[in-house]
């Protein structure tokens, strides 16, 4: 089983409509987790992070955890043409002897139509 | 002010040969990665180093590959012998490691090709 998995999409979403983006990861213990944002040619950015059960929202996102499902995910609302980019979840496991890593799904792919 | 460097930007190396991949991190960050990108696929995790502790090795793929990370700053990947399945994009990235926030901030890659 691989430890963070997504839909590779691609997810394709008409120009004002709300996209959502899933994640599921494997380590029950894992801590924290992170949406980063990946244009085509281009490094990851962060978008969102997460600690706790629950929603948090910034801005046009939304960022959902549940922890005793194992799933977390992106929710963005009134998606922009711009928005259209690879979305990458990751997730920063129990910390096992001082090692705090990031393990990285493959990406969603997004497309928000004009 | 600035941010993750790396160079090169390209590189393009034959197989067999050895290559070095240089990444500057963020000023005071004390957290620094190195992850590799082949095409269509997401981020695969090489190496972690966090101040002076040992570093995390257990994404190196094998033996050709290897890291160092000088003075708490910058660092070098190594990879020796090089094949064409190491053709990526290769990914530094610092962090400051905060207890709030562990954003990793990315530097533009390096694009590696073995031909």
């Known amino acids: 089983q691989k430890e963070v998995e997504q839909n590779s999409g691609p997810l394709s979403v008409p120009e004002g409509a709300i996209a959502s983006l899933n994640c599921t990861y494997s380590?029950?213990?894992?801590?924290?987790f992170f949406w980063y944002r990946q244009y085509s040619g281009k490094s990851p950015e962060l978008i969102m992070f997460?600690?706790?059960?629950g929603d948090k929202e910034d801005g046009r996102f939304t960022a959902q955890l549940n922890k005793a499902s194992q799933y977390v995910s992106l929710l963005i609302r009134d998606s922009q043409p711009s928005d259209s980019a690879t979305y990458l979840c990751?997730?920063?496991?129990?910390?096992?002897?001082?090692?705090?890593?990031?393990?990285f799904g493959k990406g969603t792919k997004l497309t928000v139509n004009p | 002010g600035a941010g993750v460097s790396q160079s090169p930007s390209n590189k393009v190396t034959e197989k067999g040969k050895d290559v070095e991949l240089r990444c500057d991190p963020i000023?005071?960050?004390?957290?620094l990665y190195w992850y590799r990108q082949s095409l269509g696929q997401g981020l695969e995790f090489l190496i972690y180093?966090?101040?002076?502790?040992?570093?995390?090795k257990s994404g190196l793929p094998s033996d050709r590959f290897s890291a160092e990370r000088t003075g708490g700053s910058v660092s070098t990947l190594t990879i020796q012998r090089t094949q064409q399945e190491d053709s990526a994009v290769y990914l530094c990235?610092?962090?400051?490691?905060?207890?709030?926030?562990?954003?990793?901030?990315f530097g533009p890659g390096t694009r590696l090709t073995v031909t």
């Open positions: 180093f966090q101040g002076n502790s040992a570093p995390d």
């Open positions: 990751a997730v920063k496991g129990a910390r096992r002897g001082g090692s705090e890593k990031l393990v």
């Open positions: 990235a610092s962090s400051s490691r905060t207890e709030l926030s562990y954003e990793q901030y």
């Open positions: 997460i600690y706790s059960n």
């Open positions: 380590d029950r213990g894992s801590q924290s």
């Open positions: 000023s005071g960050h004390t957290a």
